[in-house]
């Protein structure tokens, strides 16, 4: 079983809609990140987060430390944001660096 | 302030040449972790340096690949007597702290022939 779990794997949306991709995790961490990870391969930290909520424009990560669930929420989503959302959480190691990455969530949105 | 370089962006070896990839951090940071991604798979954690020392290498196969972080200059990921298997996107990232927000660079793409 992977540690870090997400759903969907794809997603196809229509311009303007409400994105929510999931990210569950088997280990214990502190943080936990999500990423963007761009059709070209670019990669692009959106949040790093260890309670609570974070919002940046459009996009809101939420954490339940307890359940060791997050939740990335994209509103009114547009066709620039197609792309795969990555969430990964430093494995249980002392020094929580060797990062574990699900499998990422391919976004596709359409005008 | 630049983000995170890597050099070169695309790299070709045949097999058993070897590679050199080179990852400057964002100024100021001293933290580098390397990450691979082979073709149509996820992310992967490799190593994890501080200036001049590697503090986890967990992830990182045995045999052909190293890394540094010296004092002056980029960290570099080495992989020796490359093979097919090696294609992959290699990406650093940098932060300026242990736990602390990662800053990817572009990415490697190693294709061995």
């Known amino acids: 079983k992977n540690e870090v779990e997400q759903s969907p794997q794809n997603l196809t949306a229509q311009e303007g809609e409400f994105i929510t991709i999931n990210c569950s995790y088997s280990v214990g961490i502190s943080a936990l990140h999500w990423l963007q990870q761009h059709p070209g391969g670019g990669i692009v930290s959106l949040f790093m987060l260890s309670s609570g909520k974070k919002k940046h424009g459009r996009l809101i990560a939420t954490i339940n430390i307890q359940e060791k669930h997050s939740s990335l929420h994209i509103t009114a989503s547009h066709p620039r944001d197609s792309a795969v959302y990555i969430c990964?959480?430093?494995?249980?190691?002392?020094?929580?660096?060797?990062?574990?990455f699900g499998a990422g969530t391919r976004l596709t949105v359409k005008p | 302030n630049a983000g995170v370089m890597q050099n070169p962006r695309h790299l070709v070896r045949r097999r058993g040449q070897e590679a050199r990839l080179r990852c400057s951090p964002m100024k100021g940071h001293s933290h580098v972790y390397w990450y691979r991604q082979l073709p149509e798979e996820g992310l992967k954690f490799m190593v994890y340096l501080q200036k001049e020392n590697i503090i986890d290498e967990s992830g990182m196969p045995k045999e052909r690949f190293s890394a540094e972080f010296p004092k002056e200059g980029p960290s570099i990921l080495r992989i020796q007597q490359v093979v097919r298997g090696d294609s992959a996107a290699y990406f650093c990232?940098?932060?300026?702290?242990?736990?602390?927000?990662?800053?990817f660079g572009p990415g490697t793409r190693l294709t061995v022939l």
């Open positions: 990964a959480a430093p494995g249980a190691r002392d020094n929580n660096n060797d990062m574990r």
């Open positions: 990232a940098s932060s300026p702290r242990l736990l602390d927000t990662q800053y």
